[in-house]
């Protein structure tokens, strides 16, 4: 009794699937979920059937069949709850002609399920219909073609500097223009005190876990209590858990600077969704385009210093600002952080490689901590005072003579790309063309093929030619920014009259250790400085600007004095 009971249920009952993608949008109101759920509610009912149940998938592609609304009625089908499935036609199930034949051709029929597609004049309980393979066919056809399109407007709008992605965390879009992004300034002053706490030597670690002391929201936390929308799946952890990976990941935004970085990530196919990682070589890079969150100079600095940054610790946890700065001039490799067992107050670096400690290095390069404060700032206070009392002899120290030839090359360089450029966007228009022309059969596919043959061939030599002109003027323009940016830094740090985290990390790359030496009776220390973006730097022997005159006690009775090294060998 319970069976048949339960066999009425089923024969009376229809699942009713509607589904809506973006793309589906162009083909008018006709598509839309409510329309849909009308018109397959009024064509159940005549066709006899008492309880309906919906579902429905709104936004998603038909290309995957991997669809939430569409899963759970399949796993309901398996369960023998319905008999019939109504869709407004055989693209509501999906574009895929491999799959969608599977459900028709086996599935459906397997399971004794009558299928109704209203808009194909569809209905298997009236027999089989013999153009459904067909329509099957062009529903793939039509998702292909409408991703190649797509591809083509993304090229366009891409090309043109307009934002291809969502604003990262410290922007939110102009309300008055979705294309352009403005700060988000309570968002933006965490990803300013991110850099700035970089800048001073915190690793990502402990910022993390100082942000969480402060129960600073995650991005992710952040947007759900503005309600801003972002695609995938909310993590559940807690709302004020950073990780370092986030700050690692925001560390990174070129955006920050103010530029727009299109065609970061790209997919295989119309068929596969996932989002793949593009070479950067590939990237499309707008500078300037929105406010900046980040100087410039600020974030090519923490790029710089991004893997230089780990600060070795002693057993108590102490660690140094000269830690991951410091190598072994004679072996390459770094210094560790130590401090004296029976004064702890005398800290110091040694090779890591020393023989002494199984290494292979056949010295110690021993430095005392309190004599490297000392000779690093004096040699920045001997700079910025070269900068301030000399400029023309500084630039040349810094720039050399080639910039201005460097500057013409990369002007024609980027007129020549920019040439390229509007050729290439030229190509896309007159493809799209050609191929509107085939569709509605004012050109013939033989002369279709061969133009658009030929277009692609103009475009991939076009492709090549704008990856390396892009490579050339980054290198070029790298140059230029990284010189000019530490000029301004050395002037910046003018008055400066204690050495900071912050200042060491800014201005120095890192530095030279030699192994102490007695020359002429007296022990001297040399070291070789290396600044950010321009390396050594030669102060002209000529010019009134003594080297720091630093000296320390080793211990009882050795005095070791500081001698410079500025030129590299």
Not at 119 to 141: C, K, Q, V
Not at 175 to 184: A, G, L, M, R
Not at 309 to 331: I, P, Q, W, Y
Request: hydrophobic share 30%; proline share 4%; glycine share 6%.
């Amino acid at each position: 009794m319970k069976q048949s009971s339960n066999k009425k249920s089923r024969e009376a009952t229809a699942f009713l699937y509607e589904r809506l993608s973006r793309d589906d949008n162009l083909e008018g109101e006709s598509y839309s979920i409510g329309n849909q759920k009308k018109l397959l509610t009024k064509v159940a009912k005549e066709k006899g059937y008492t309880n309906l149940v919906h579902f429905l998938d709104d936004g998603i592609s038909g290309v995957t069949m991997n669809r939430p609304g569409f899963v759970e009625m399949m796993q309901q089908l398996e369960q023998g709850k319905a008999s019939a499935v109504f869709v407004k036609d055989l693209s509501r199930l999906g574009r895929n002609y491999i799959e969608v034949g599977r459900l028709t051709e086996e599935f459906f029929p397997d399971h004794d399920i009558r299928l109704v597609a209203v808009s194909d004049n569809i209905d298997t309980a009236e027999g089989e219909n013999e153009l459904a393979p067909i329509r099957n066919l062009f529903n793939e056809w039509y998702a292909r073609d409408i991703s190649k399109k797509r591809r083509i407007s993304n090229k366009i709008k891409g090309n043109s500097g307009e934002p291809m992605g969502l604003p990262p965390y410290g922007y939110i879009k102009d309300p008055n223009n979705p294309k352009h992004w403005v700060i988000d300034e309570e968002a933006a002053q965490v990803v300013r005190r991110i850099f700035d706490m970089t800048l001073e030597g915190f690793g990502t670690e402990q910022i993390a876990t100082q942000f969480e002391k402060e129960g600073i929201l995650t991005p992710q936390a952040y947007w759900i209590q503005k309600g801003i929308g972002r695609p995938g799946k909310t993590k559940t952890r807690p709302a004020t858990k950073w990780n370092g990976s986030t700050i690692t990941h925001l560390l990174y935004q070129q955006e920050y600077c103010g530029d727009v970085l299109n065609f970061k990530t790209y997919s295989k196919s119309y068929k596969n969704k996932k989002r793949i990682h593009n070479d950067p070589e590939n990237w499309v890079v707008f500078q300037d385009v929105h406010e900046p969150i980040i100087e410039r100079a600020v974030f090519e600095q923490v790029q710089q210093k991004r893997g230089k940054m780990r600060k070795r610790r002693t057993s108590n946890g102490e660690h140094n600002m000269f830690s991951g700065l410091l190598v072994c001039a004679d072996c390459g490799c770094n210094l560790h952080f130590h401090f004296n067992q029976g004064n702890p107050e005398i800290k110091y670096f040694n090779c890591s490689n020393y023989k002494g400690n199984r290494g292979t290095c056949q010295s110690t390069h021993y430095i005392r901590v309190d004599f490297l404060e000392e000779v690093v700032l004096g040699e920045i206070q001997r700079l910025t005072k070269f900068a301030s009392l000399y400029e023309d002899d500084f630039l040349k120290a810094v720039i050399g003579h080639s910039q201005q030839a460097d500057e013409a090359d990369r002007k024609l360089k980027e007129k020549e790309l920019k040439a390229l450029l509007a050729r290439d966007e030229e190509l896309d228009g007159l493809f799209e063309r050609i191929y509107e022309d085939n569709v509605s059969g004012k050109i013939s596919d033989e002369r279709f093929s061969r133009m658009s043959r030929r277009y692609e061939d103009e475009q991939k030599e076009l492709t090549e030619k704008i990856k390396q002109l892009r490579s050339e003027i980054e290198k070029q323009s790298s140059r230029t920014m990284t010189t000019d940016m530490f000029i301004r830094l050395v002037r910046k740090y003018t008055r400066a009259k204690k050495l900071t985290p912050r200042m060491l990390n800014e201005l120095v790359e890192k530095i030279e250790v030699f192994n102490a030496e007695k020359v002429n009776g007296v022990w001297e220390q040399r070291l070789r400085i290396h600044y950010n973006c321009v390396g050594t730097i030669e102060i002209p022997s000529a010019l009134p600007l003594p080297t720091p005159d630093v000296s320390v006690n080793t211990r009882k009775g050795v005095v070791v004095n500081y001698a410079p090294c500025d030129v590299a060998i």
